[in-house]
């Protein structure tokens, strides 16, 4: 096992000097002038020389990626052209929203996909209408989901708001639902959940749908098993059955698409952000894109793509404990 876990690191740690290599060309040859962006346009071409110094962009490329690589690995991913503060420091600002609704967004829809496995596998009547349901939303886009929640819940019923978080963010951890919880606010809670409802709806549809089809798969064939017969003949409750010998051995498959839905969710968020002017990275994505921002972008990309080979790296070490064969 320890092996296993090394290696899988090693391999994540390799993924992740990769995709540096390929943010970094790819900053290298997008169109448009950094230092022009980072003096403005009206500036001298002393003040853009000067910039391109001060940036470190007239150096050779090898050893402008060394010194990227560098100060990546020390935090420092540059200093934002469009706020003019370091991009460590705005990531920091914007991450817990995302974090926030990424989270509650896995969850949603790791329990829409249980029920739909369970409803599907168990036969359970009356259930037939919520997977039509699911699997219909399932079609549209994030953004469509979460367009079509803002005129049906907010313009027509007004049962929920339409965009941002709802209250202040300047907390100490900036998780509305944490901080509200560890102060007593239950109004804060109440604002902020019902603030998360619909872009949370719109981001874990999909996933769920994912989830849902593998695991109910896993359950009915593991529904056929010996061991799952003779836990029966024993008497076992059905329930025990369910939970002790079924769920857990329907698992191994659907961990691993329960890792990469969750990688696709902090993919997916960048759109969800923007229809609801959620304040999260995907938001100030979008604003540092028309500005040609390109420390803001780089640092962005860095951090979805390096959430995403964690994630699937620690998915992979999960269905090892889960399934020791997978080591051997």
């Known amino acids: 096992m320890i092996?296993?876990?090394?290696?899988?690191?090693?391999?994540?740690?390799?993924?992740?000097?990769?995709?540096?290599?390929?943010?970094f060309v790819l900053q290298q040859i997008s169109p448009g002038d950094p230092a022009r962006a980072y003096v403005g346009g009206n500036a001298s071409p002393a003040a853009v020389a000067a910039a391109h110094h001060r940036l470190g962009l007239d150096r050779p490329w090898p050893q402008r990626y060394v010194r990227y690589l560098w100060h990546a690995l020390h935090g420092d991913?540059?200093?934002?052209?469009?706020?003019?503060?370091?991009?460590?420091?705005?990531?920091?600002?914007?991450?817990?929203?995302?974090?926030?609704?990424?989270?509650?967004?896995?969850?949603?829809?790791?329990?829409l996909a249980l029920l739909f496995a369970l409803s599907g596998a168990l036969r359970w009547p009356g259930t037939g209408l919520y997977r039509g349901v699911l699997l219909?939303?399932?079609?549209?886009?994030?953004?469509?989901?979460?367009?079509?929640?803002i005129v049906l819940f907010y313009g027509h019923l007004h049962w929920l708001p339409e965009a941002g978080r709802g209250v202040d963010t300047s907390s100490p951890t900036g998780f509305v639902l944490l901080d509200s919880l560890l102060h007593g606010d239950t109004g804060a809670f109440t604002d902020g959940l019902r603030h998360l409802l619909?872009?949370?709806?719109?981001?874990?549809?999909?996933?769920?749908i994912s989830i849902g089809r593998i695991l109910r798969a896993g359950l009915e064939r593991t529904f056929g098993a010996?061991?799952?017969?003779?836990?029966?003949?024993?008497?076992?409750?059905?329930?025990q059955v369910l939970w002790r010998h079924v769920v857990r051995n329907s698992l191994d498959a659907t961990?691993?698409?329960?890792?990469?839905?969750?990688?696709?969710?902090?993919?997916?968020?960048?759109?969800?952000?923007?229809?609801?002017?959620?304040?999260?990275?995907?938001?100030?994505?979008?604003?540092?894109i028309p500005q040609s921002d390109f420390p803001a972008i780089a640092g962005v990309t860095l951090l979805l793509g390096g959430v995403y080979?964690?994630?699937n790296a620690v998915v992979d070490v999960l269905q090892a404990v889960a399934d020791p064969r997978l080591t051997v």
């Open 309 to 311: 080979i964690v994630v």
């Open 3 to 23: 092996r296993f876990v090394l290696w899988r690191t090693g391999a994540a740690a390799v993924l992740l000097v990769v995709l540096s290599a390929l943010v």
């Open 77 to 111: 991913l540059g200093i934002s052209l469009r706020t003019h503060r370091p991009v460590t420091t705005d990531l920091g600002q914007f991450l817990p929203a995302t974090a926030e609704l990424v989270l509650f967004s896995f969850v949603l829809a790791l329990l």
């Open 136 to 149: 219909l939303a399932g079609t549209a886009p994030a953004f469509l989901l979460g367009l079509g929640g």
């Open 255 to 288: 961990l691993s698409m329960a890792g990469l839905q969750l990688g696709f969710m902090f993919a997916g968020v960048v759109i969800v952000e923007n229809v609801f002017t959620w304040p999260g990275i995907g938001y100030y994505l979008a604003q540092s």
């Open 226 to 239: 010996d061991y799952v017969r003779t836990a029966r003949s024993k008497g076992i409750r059905e329930v």
């Open 198 to 208: 619909l872009p949370g709806l719109a981001l874990a549809v999909a996933p769920a």
